[in-house]
């Protein structure tokens, strides 16, 4: 077993051992999910290839305190996994809630590449409307990523819209600013743990690609339920 594929693993174990620990523990809960999309685009770049994709997570949270892992199908030679080891805090003042914390992306042959720190922030309007921001920063390459994000969650059939816009301002060193953006609707059903999202990406480095993903998600509380 490759030590990655041994971590994941151990990390799903402790994570079930954790759930039987604190199953009376009202703050603990743990939400898991798996996903599929005709393609993987993060920063409005394809990391699949454009080739279909499958991810799937865990979180375990306490309180505002959480840690997970995701993984999804990537197609970088030699690498076909991206494996993400992510933790941090979820602090709420009224209507601005803040998401701090660590990721780190690890990929199936090549191993242990690089991590980003993250401090996101959202206000909420009104129960519909919300604008956000978001930083990233990479200490191993002194790289950011900027972005501006927005959620309408007030149209017919309740449909929400969702859009962000970003920009390395140059971090990257790829020649000139990379700006990103996407926009999409996504509708959930079931409970809300089937999601339906179909979003267009696009760059000044890349052409435009439209995606469509379906996603299942829950939670062992809402399991209790």
């Not at 990390?11 to 993987?40: K, Q």
């Not at 309180?63 to 996994?81: H, L, Q």
């Not at 309408?152 to 790829?174: A, K, M, N, Q, R």
Request: aromatic share 16%; charged share 25%; net charge negative.
């Amino acid at each position: 077993m490759k030590p990655i594929t041994f971590a994941v693993a151990a990390g799903l174990l402790a994570a079930a051992g954790a759930t039987h620990c604190f199953a009376e523990d009202p703050a603990f809960d743990i939400s898991f999910g798996v996903g599929v999309a005709n393609n993987y685009i993060s920063r409005g770049s394809t990391q699949s290839d454009d080739k279909p994709i499958v991810d799937g997570y865990m979180e375990a949270t306490y309180g505002i305190v959480y840690a997970g892992v995701w993984a999804s199908r990537v197609d970088f030679d030699p690498d076909d996994v991206e494996i993400d080891l992510y933790g941090g805090i979820r602090p709420e003042f009224g209507k601005l809630s803040l998401d701090l914390g660590y990721a780190r992306y690890i990929y199936d042959s090549t191993g242990d590449l690089n991590g980003e720190f993250y401090a996101k922030g959202s206000y909420a309007f009104t129960d519909a409307f919300s604008l956000g921001g978001e930083y990233y920063f990479e200490p191993d390459a002194d790289a950011s990523w900027v972005a501006a994000t927005t959620e309408f969650s007030g149209l017919p059939y309740e449909i929400s819209f969702s859009g962000s816009l970003g920009s390395d301002f140059g971090t990257l060193e790829l020649g000139e600013d990379k700006v990103a953006w996407d926009a999409g609707l996504s509708r959930s059903f079931v409970d809300d743990t089937i999601t339906l999202d179909l979003r267009y990406y696009d760059s000044n480095m890349d052409p435009g690609r439209f995606v469509a993903r379906l996603a299942f998600d829950t939670s062992f509380s809402a399991l209790k339920k």
